[in-house]
Protein backbone atom coordinates (compact mmCIF):
# COMPACT_ATOMS: atom_id res chain seq x y z
CA UNK A 1 0.00 0.00 0.00
CA UNK A 2 2.65 2.22 1.09
CA UNK A 3 3.85 1.66 -3.29
CA UNK A 4 0.72 3.19 -3.91
CA UNK A 5 0.86 5.97 -1.93
CA UNK A 6 4.36 6.95 -3.16
CA UNK A 7 4.05 6.68 -6.71
CA UNK A 8 1.07 9.06 -6.42
CA UNK A 9 2.38 11.73 -3.58
CA UNK A 10 4.40 14.69 -5.17
CA UNK A 11 6.22 15.12 -1.96
CA UNK A 12 8.34 11.66 -3.31
CA UNK A 13 9.32 12.63 -6.79
CA UNK A 14 13.09 11.88 -6.90
CA UNK A 15 13.20 11.41 -4.02
CA UNK A 16 14.75 7.99 -1.92
CA UNK A 17 11.90 6.48 -0.08
CA UNK A 18 12.15 3.32 2.65
CA UNK A 19 10.25 1.64 3.81
CA UNK A 20 10.70 0.71 7.80
CA UNK A 21 7.98 1.73 9.82
CA UNK A 22 9.30 2.51 13.29
CA UNK A 23 7.25 -0.30 15.39
CA UNK A 24 8.87 -2.92 13.30
CA UNK A 25 12.51 -1.85 14.22
CA UNK A 26 12.98 -4.42 16.34
CA UNK A 27 16.54 -6.19 17.31
CA UNK A 28 17.37 -10.32 16.57
CA UNK A 29 16.85 -11.19 20.04
CA UNK A 30 13.38 -9.47 20.31
CA UNK A 31 12.55 -11.34 17.35
CA UNK A 32 13.42 -13.99 18.73
CA UNK A 33 11.70 -13.78 22.00
CA UNK A 34 8.65 -13.24 19.95
CA UNK A 35 8.96 -16.26 17.91
CA UNK A 36 9.42 -17.93 20.79
CA UNK A 37 6.03 -16.81 22.45
CA UNK A 38 4.31 -17.06 19.46
CA UNK A 39 5.45 -20.40 17.11
CA UNK A 40 7.14 -23.29 16.90
CA UNK A 41 8.46 -25.67 19.66
CA UNK A 42 11.88 -25.97 19.98
CA UNK A 43 14.64 -26.77 18.23
CA UNK A 44 12.29 -25.74 15.21
CA UNK A 45 11.77 -22.12 16.54
CA UNK A 46 15.37 -21.35 16.16
CA UNK A 47 16.06 -21.18 12.33
CA UNK A 48 12.95 -19.29 11.49
CA UNK A 49 13.70 -16.17 13.34
CA UNK A 50 17.35 -16.09 12.06
CA UNK A 51 15.94 -16.64 8.21
CA UNK A 52 13.64 -13.75 8.83
CA UNK A 53 15.72 -11.28 9.81
CA UNK A 54 18.26 -11.89 6.99
CA UNK A 55 15.59 -12.62 3.63
CA UNK A 56 12.66 -10.42 5.18
CA UNK A 57 14.17 -7.80 7.17
CA UNK A 58 17.26 -7.82 5.49
CA UNK A 59 19.36 -7.33 8.39
CA UNK A 60 22.68 -7.82 5.99
CA UNK A 61 21.85 -4.98 4.33
CA UNK A 62 23.98 -2.23 5.45
CA UNK A 63 23.31 1.04 4.34
CA UNK A 64 22.71 4.82 5.60
CA UNK A 65 20.32 6.92 4.70
CA UNK A 66 21.10 10.20 3.10
CA UNK A 67 19.52 13.66 4.43
CA UNK A 68 16.99 13.92 1.73
CA UNK A 69 15.81 10.37 2.35
CA UNK A 70 12.15 9.93 3.00
CA UNK A 71 10.91 7.04 5.32
CA UNK A 72 7.13 5.50 4.48
CA UNK A 73 5.56 5.74 7.77
CA UNK A 74 6.41 9.28 8.46
CA UNK A 75 4.91 10.28 5.14
CA UNK A 76 1.33 8.67 5.87
CA UNK A 77 1.25 8.08 9.59
CA UNK A 78 -2.57 7.88 9.29
CA UNK A 79 -2.04 4.19 7.05
CA UNK A 80 -2.00 1.51 9.48
CA UNK A 81 0.36 -1.33 8.18
CA UNK A 82 0.90 -4.35 9.72
CA UNK A 83 3.02 -4.99 12.43
CA UNK A 84 5.43 -8.13 12.81
CA UNK A 85 3.29 -9.01 15.68
CA UNK A 86 0.10 -9.21 13.18
CA UNK A 87 2.54 -11.33 10.77
CA UNK A 88 3.51 -13.81 13.22
CA UNK A 89 0.18 -14.18 14.29
CA UNK A 90 -0.81 -14.65 10.17
CA UNK A 91 1.48 -17.11 10.19
CA UNK A 92 -0.09 -19.19 13.27
CA UNK A 93 -3.29 -19.11 11.60
CA UNK A 94 -2.42 -21.31 8.51
CA UNK A 95 0.95 -22.40 9.47
CA UNK A 96 3.26 -23.76 6.88
CA UNK A 97 5.10 -26.26 7.59
CA UNK A 98 8.60 -25.88 8.83
CA UNK A 99 11.44 -26.77 6.39
CA UNK A 100 14.42 -27.23 9.02
CA UNK A 101 16.16 -30.37 7.49
CA UNK A 102 19.47 -27.90 6.81
CA UNK A 103 19.39 -26.86 10.40
CA UNK A 104 19.07 -30.50 12.08
Known amino acids: MYT ?4 N ?4 CNRVVT ?8 SQN ?5 WE ?3 LPPPHNIPVPILHSVFVRGDLVNFELREND ?3 SSLYPDYNYTSIHQLLDIFLANPPTPASAAFE
Open 4 to 7: IKVA
Open 9 to 12: DPRT
Open 19 to 26: YPPSKNII
Open 30 to 34: ELISL
Open 37 to 39: QKA
Open 70 to 72: LEA
